[in-house]
């Protein structure tokens, strides 16, 4: 093996550059795995005296913490555990925070995790959802500070399918959801810490709570020394920990980048080799450090672990389009051969894989990163993050530390001890040959081959609105597919579908309150509109209207209403969406058949970008000209087939853009339609209530495009060269 230095010449971990704060661990020990980390915290936690304070990303009060037959005799789940320690001590009290999640997660979590960790348990539990972050970001740190003397940090939340053992079984029948079902084999890592650094933790908590909620928590009156938990392992001993965050510009609170700050600093200074293990890879700033360090002639090897596949289809062809275009650009700058991507293989799984969630950077033996914090653009400057860095210096027990820790997830993940591992790297000399010499076995680091269907990659749009790494505000993804000019177009109609809801319902009022009533016969009305519904022919009838109608450019929002009031509001939803995307269907045909150059010609000029960016961002582009309605129905189908968009994204896009707003509508003709059989102060107090949340929803965007076109003018204006 190559002589090398054994500190660098200065430190890496400086606060106020790339951590917040750097404090004195007692003790710390690596965690890894939910089992690990699961009955610690139980431990932790029972000797607790004044204070628990939890911050996550996702608490569910169903998690299984411990197993029902434990020693300590302890309620096995996250809700009655917290209920019975709180109970049992007085004056202690537990703050749980976590993130009010997007609605995309809603069948993921927990139903009423209020009622669960709040109202239902001890008056001392108070737990609270996190909504003070951008629009679109997340909190995400993952932090318990236990009496301000104990504290856990790493990629682990109190939530259910985490639980596993390192084995990782392929049927472990402890593996199972609160309904029963088994999930995959889970991999993850925590750091447990005592001293001052848990201290410093419970700060960040704490601060972490008053933005939340408004609340000042005090700290705790006295530490508790003996809280380290019987049975676990201490790593390391007075160490220097730093603490490092990711937090959003969001009100007074300035943009934090201190672990973008860190990879960075600590990619700089490797010198022999890199590991990361990390759930997501998708950071153009951090491929881009290690593709500089790839290219130099005697850099470091890179050596990644990264999850074989996404969570879901919908990662898969997002976050897992996008790790397939960085990690691309990685083996293009891979001149020298140091780069090596793996998955871990576990055998019998199926169409499953391993749950890869960890997030941990090692550099060389001398410095190592783990915590809340994936490689995403999002980890880097929008979510919020919270990482635990350790910098050997001239610590040769640090180093040794550092090195039995990531030999031993290797060895984890090769199915064998780490002593293995150990022996490997030092007859070898290099982390790959010791990795690629000690794999082939049924558990085993398997190359990872990202491919990437060219359809996929002009399918998926660019990384700045899957995985931001800045906040979006909802009027800027409009303006990143609709051309600034049509805008105010996109505002007038808007108004104009606001207008005409409401005048519809001052109708029905109209109908109840004055002679109208008298001069039209609404019953006649009733029974004809009646009895077509229940014509054999009227589905057909009703789908050949909208193909005509969207030939003729007839409204699509005036054949929506009446179907609405025909038909009710569920067949009258069916029929409109069916007849709205088959017009679609038809007049996109249409556009395609005129061609572009002919379109634009009869069409106005301020189209033609329109359809130069329906072209390039397919379905996004067309489900939000379906939301905002920037030109006419039948003008914005010509224009797509024009444009060469694919009729299955076009398709997708109309369904996704139009959908929510027939809804609406069907809604609205139902409660109308009500008015109109049933009239009565009640049912048309309810059918203005109806139309009051469409045309709020209606402003509400309106406003959004308003405060766009107030950015473009001041960006405009600032542009202008000085007189």
Known sequence: MPEVSQAHESPVLVAGKNCWRKAQASQAAFLVDADAYFSAFADAVAQARESILIIGWDIDSRTRILAADNAAGLPPHLGDLLNTVVSRRRGLHAHLLGWDYAMIYLFEREHFPVFKLGWRTHRRIHFHLDGKHPVGASQHQKIVVVDDSIAFVGGLDLTIRRWDTSSHEVNNPL???????????????QMMVQGEVAASLGDLARERWLRATGEQLAPPRHRNPDLWPAGVPVDLRDATIAIARTAPAYDTQPLITEVESLHLDLIAAARRWIYIENQYFTSSLLADALARRLQEAEGPEVVMVLPEKQSGWLEEVTMGVLRARVLRRLEEADQHGRLRVYYPKIPCLGEKCLGLHSKVLIVDDSMLRLGSANMSNRSMRFDSECDLA???GDRQDIRAAIERFRNRLLGEHLGIGPERVAASLHEKGSLIAAVESLSGGARSLAPLHVELPESLDHLVPEA?????????????VVKRVIPEELHSTGNRRLLQSAILLFALSALAAAWYWTPLGQWLNVRELV????????HPLAPA??????????LVMLPVSLLIVATAITFGPLWGFLYALTGSLLGAAVTFGVG????RDALQRLGESRLKRLSQRLAKRGILAIALVRIVPVAPFSVVNLMAGASHIRLLDFMIGTLLGMAPGILAISAFGGSLMHVIRHPGPKSIAFLAGVALAIGLAVLWVRRWLDKGEGHEKEAALERRPNA
């Open 175 to 189: 593996r199972v959801d609160p309904a029963g079902e088994p999930y995959s084999p889970f991999h993850d890592v």
């Open 390 to 392: 350790l910098e050997a």
């Open 464 to 476: 700045d609105l899957l995985d931001p790494e800045t906040p979006l505000v909802p009027e800027e």
């Open 527 to 534: 029974r004809l509109a009646t009895s077509f519904a229940d």
């Open 541 to 550: 009838i009703v789908l050949a209207t909208y193909v005509l109608g969207s």
């Open 592 to 595: 395609h058949a005129i061609g």
